[in-house]
């Protein structure tokens, strides 16, 4: 099937790492993307990784990929109150046209 | 800079009436969709677009129809809303299929009593 699968929530303190996971399907995916969506807003692209790389870091975003696993990871370094959000996790479908394929979302709550 | 507009932001709506929601983007992207975004579900695709005078059915199509009458605009229809409708619904679009991601719009928050 098509599904993207991500744990619902993550709690971590001010100042820790954090790490969202994220596992997909499709092992033709040449895109695979994180986005995220702030409270009553739409979903912003954050970054996303070219499926013939193993990591992409990006300030505090660090993505790792293990396509043997069909798994993405997510890391956030130095983590703060402002990050608190829903991520998602996106694939490709090669075999639909580069349609998106949307992951549930993980809620990051960041506390004080 | 308005990217991806969508109207309304809100809207209430009894059991069995109709309405349209309306994106409108100005980046000239071909491709256009419509989400709908429910608790625990992530986002599932509507419909999409390919271009102008294109429309295709996604993964949860029935009892909505879409069309793309110009390039810069793409109308989600409710004919005869029901309660399962309620949800938020976002509109994105793409300048290509691979594009580096969606540019979404706000989101329209629907509820059907």
């Known amino acids: 099937g098509e599904d993207v699968e991500q744990s619902l929530f993550l709690s971590v303190r001010e100042g820790d790492s954090s790490v969202i996971n994220c596992t997909y399907t499709?092992?033709?995916?040449?895109?695979l993307y994180w986005y995220k969506q702030e409270p009553g807003a739409g979903l912003q692209l954050l970054t996303y990784i070219f499926s013939n790389m193993d990591m992409k870091q990006d300030q505090r975003l660090t993505v790792l990929l293990n396509k043997k696993d069909k798994h993405l990871s997510l890391r956030i370094a130095d983590t703060q109150t402002g990050d608190s959000a829903i991520y998602f996790c996106a694939e490709t479908l090669q075999n639909q046209g580069g349609k998106l394929i949307f992951g549930q979302g993980t809620e990051l709550s960041v506390k004080p | 800079n308005a990217g991806v507009t969508q109207t309304p932001k809100f809207r209430v709506l009894k059991t069995g009436q109709s309405m349209t929601l309306l994106c409108a983007q100005d980046m000239n992207h071909e491709y256009m969709y419509w989400y709908r975004q429910d608790p625990g579900m992530g986002l599932r695709l509507i419909h999409y677009s390919v271009g102008e005078g294109t429309t295709a059915k996604g993964e949860v199509p029935d009892g909505y129809n879409v069309s793309r009458l110009k390039k810069q605009n793409f109308l989600l229809g409710l004919e005869s809303a029901a309660p399962s409708q309620t949800s938020v619904y976002f509109c994105?679009?793409?300048?290509?299929?691979?594009?580096?991601?969606?540019?979404f719009g706000s989101g329209t928050r629907l509820t059907v009593v």
């Open positions: 499709d092992s033709s995916s040449t895109y």
């Open positions: 994105a679009s793409s300048l290509t299929r691979r594009d580096y991601g969606y540019t």
